[in-house]
């Protein structure tokens, strides 16, 4: 069985299909276009779509459906988007997704399916990334924001006194500050700026001067220690076992992995993910297998 994964961000969208058998993607039928959040709702419509039927045409066999990861607000069970207030996809605000796009592709409505993106990250990492030997996982993406996703065996959990509302942790506090403030790319592009007086904009140039220059390596070990700091009482309340990082910061891992693994070693293992930019789109393609999603709908509704 074949199905087409979907990864949605603020200003792209990337997809690939997926084979059950060989539990891989087939690496060229990967797609990647870049999209106007703030365009129209037919605009942004049109360029999924035209992504979407282009990774169909590159391989000639039938898809079952599409799995898509999206950013939150979105109700992730009827496929209507929720997203209002910010800067991007504000057109698509109540719009059914899962029925424009079946329209669109003329696929059957009930295989286009859709889960949050860090959702999706630790259902591949928990499916077929090194996670997959635990039962308790928890999933970080360090990127513009915090995305992150508890799940015991294989499976998101939303709602429970040992996770925080709703599986986030970007709204949590952390020293007073709100968490998605410090752990993320403006998070470490402000504390080199405190340290150094110089405003880099990207994670990537200041991992680059961490090569020789002990500001920029202090950024990140100070970054490890605090995001450690952050994590542990999450981590020991759900009783994880592994911790997995994905997102462009973890790129810069071995910078920060040691104040890190200092500070969370009650756990196995920490890793990056092997799966990289692919993992979201790994594990909304998943979903087209029918026994699992039956599994995860309660969870899709409270998400």
Do not use: G, T, W
């Given at each position: 069985m074949l199905s087409l994964g979907v990864d949605i961000g603020g200003s792209h969208i990337a997809a690939g299909i997926f084979d059950f058998e060989r539990k891989a993607?087939?690496?060229n039928t990967y797609t990647h276009t870049r999209v106007n959040p703030k365009a129209s709702k037919d605009q942004i419509l049109s360029q999924w779509s035209a992504t979407l039927q282009e990774t169909i045409n590159k391989i000639d066999k039938p898809v079952k459906g599409i799995g898509i990861a999206m950013p939150g607000p979105?109700?992730?069970?009827?496929g209507i988007s929720k997203i209002q207030d910010v800067?991007?996809?504000?057109?698509?605000?109540?719009?059914n997704l899962r029925s424009e796009l079946a329209v669109r592709l003329n696929i059957n409505p009930s295989n286009?399916?859709?889960i949050n993106d860090a959702s999706a990250f630790s259902i591949a990492e928990a499916l077929l990334g090194q996670a997959s030997k635990y039962d308790k996982v928890v999933a970080i993406t360090l990127g513009t924001g915090l995305g992150a996703s508890f799940v015991v065996n294989a499976k998101p959990i939303i709602e429970d006194t040992k996770v925080p509302q709703g599986g986030f942790l970007y709204n949590q506090y952390y020293r007073n500050q709100l968490a998605d403030e410090v752990f993320s790319t403006r998070g470490i592009t402000n504390s080199y700026f405190a340290i150094s007086g110089?405003?880099?904009?990207?994670?990537?140039?200041?991992?680059?001067?961490?090569?020789?220059?002990?500001?920029a390596q202090?950024?990140?070990?100070d970054f490890g220690e605090k995001l450690g700091e952050f994590l542990k009482p999450f981590l020991k309340d759900f009783g994880a076992e592994t911790l997995v990082l994905g997102g462009n910061i973890s790129k810069a891992f071995q910078l920060f992995e040691n104040t890190l693994k200092?500070?969370?070693?009650?756990?196995?293992?920490i890793y990056v993910s092997e799966l990289g930019e692919q993992a979201a789109i790994i594990g909304s393609a998943l979903l087209l297998e029918d026994n699992?999603?039956?599994?995860?709908?309660e969870t899709l509704k409270l998400m």
């Open positions: 993607l087939i690496q979105f109700d992730y069970y009827n800067d991007k996809f504000q057109s698509l605000y109540n719009v286009v399916r859709f110089v405003q880099l904009n990207e994670v990537k140039s200041i991992a680059q001067k961490a090569r020789h220059e002990r500001d202090f950024v990140f070990e200092m500070e969370l070693s009650f756990l196995e293992k699992y999603y039956n599994k995860l709908k």
